[in-house]
Every structure is written in C-alpha cells, then in structure tokens.
C-alpha cells in the first residue's frame, strides 16, 4: 500500500539553526500538510498546501516557517532559526482531495539543543 | 475551546473485550476522522465518516456520529494485542478548509 515517507526519523539541531524536513506524499494526492506534535500534547495542524501555494496555515506556522515542492515528489517544511520550543514530532501528511483521508508519514522527531 | 476531545483519556481491557471510547466537538463538522498511534510512530488512518453519515464499518471497527450532541463513538469489537495503541478524532469544518483538529487521545491497552 502507498504510504507517505518521512526523513529523517530524527534530526537534532542547535538552537539558531536551519532545518528542512523532508516528505514525500502519496503519488496521486494533490493535497499536503504539515502537522506537529509537541511531547505530551495534541497534534497541530501547521500547513496546508495545494496547487503549489499555501492554502491554510495556523498561527503557528510564522515568518519562521516555509514550505516548498521543488519537484514532483518532495514536499518540504523550512524552519528558519530554530528555538527550543520547536521541538516536537513534525508529521506530514497527503490526501488525493481536500475532502479525503488525510494520510500520514512516521513523523520526523526535531530536538532541539 | 477545544474542537475533539477523547473519553476516557485511559481505558485497560482484556484481549477479546470490545473496547468503545466517545469524542466530542463543538462547531459544526465537515467530516469525522479516526487515527490510531502506536507509540513513537504515525497516525493511522482508520475511518472516516461524512457529516449526513450515522454509521459506519470497517473490519472489527464501528463508528458512529451524532452531529446533533456533536459527538463520535468508535467501538473495537473482540480486541486483540495489537490494538494497543492511542485513538484520536480529528474534525474537519466547513469554515476551516481541509485542516483536522485532532483530541488528546485515548491509550487503550489490550491485556493478552
């Protein structure tokens, strides 16, 4: 069965610092996301992407973030200068329509130092 | 406000009982999704059921949806091992374009 694919699994940077995760959604979806899930907490949607431009984004998804579909099968999430309180579990996830399951990767677990 | 939120937050059964835990919301939903976690990894997808849908199967799962109390149930029928996991609801809204809401979760545990 498709499934969506995350790397990497864990990614540990120091505060300050860039990082990009990458994704890439189920061949045939049209739709994107990104959600996080801070340790303990509940998952947040951050992004919605569609037709190459942001569809939806939360408050939390700042000037701090960007995402990006460079080519056809890699959908990116940018966090620029990372704080500590941006560690999380950061998943994303494809639906083929907006009104779809949305399908989701393993997760990318960002620690931050 | 808090849209989906779990009950019970917690719930221990024997392998072979049926397991039911509820979700409730507060605005008006476009669809109700269920996902399930196994510790340190993704959700996966289980059911989803349309807001003009009461009932819904799949395999030992059963949903249902009353959008009149805005409330879900999900009921696993003769659980196993296996299903050890966290179960979360996550909504979508009309007003709200395609993102889920998702609740805190329930952690059931399948005793063998």
């Known amino acids: 069965e498709p499934e969506v694919t995350q790397t990497p699994s864990h990614q540990v940077t120091q505060m300050g610092q860039e990082v990009i995760l990458r994704c890439v959604p189920i061949?045939?979806?049209?739709?994107f996301y990104w959600y996080r899930q801070i340790l303990g907490q509940k998952v947040e949607f951050l992004v919605s992407f569609y037709n190459n431009e942001i569809s939806e984004k939360s408050e939390i998804f700042d000037d701090q973030f960007s995402v990006e579909r460079p080519d056809g099968s890699n959908f990116t999430l940018k966090i620029r200068s990372t704080k500590l309180e941006d560690s999380a579990m950061y998943f994303c996830?494809?639906?083929?329509?907006?009104?779809?399951?949305?399908?989701f990767g393993d997760g990318t677990r960002l620690s931050i130092l | 406000s808090q849209q989906g939120e779990e009950d019970p937050q917690a719930l221990s059964i024997q392998e072979g009982e049926n397991a039911t835990m509820n979700c409730s919301y507060k605005?008006?939903?476009?669809?109700l999704q269920w996902y399930r976690q196994n510790s340190g990894r993704g959700l996966v997808h289980l059911i989803l059921i349309r807001s003009n849908e009461r009932e819904k199967h799949s395999g030992r799962l059963r949903v249902t949806l009353d959008t009149s109390k805005k409330s879900s149930s999900l009921l696993i029928t003769a659980s196993r091992a296996a299903d050890t996991a966290s179960y979360f609801c996550?909504?979508?809204?009309?007003?709200?374009?395609?993102?889920?809401?998702f609740g805190g979760g329930t952690r059931v545990l399948v005793k063998p």
């Open positions: 605005t008006s939903i476009n669809n």
């Open positions: 996830a494809s639906s083929e329509r907006g009104d779809q399951p949305q399908h």
């Open positions: 996550a909504t979508d809204a009309y007003a709200a374009g395609n993102k889920l809401t």
């Open positions: 061949s045939n979806h049209l739709y």
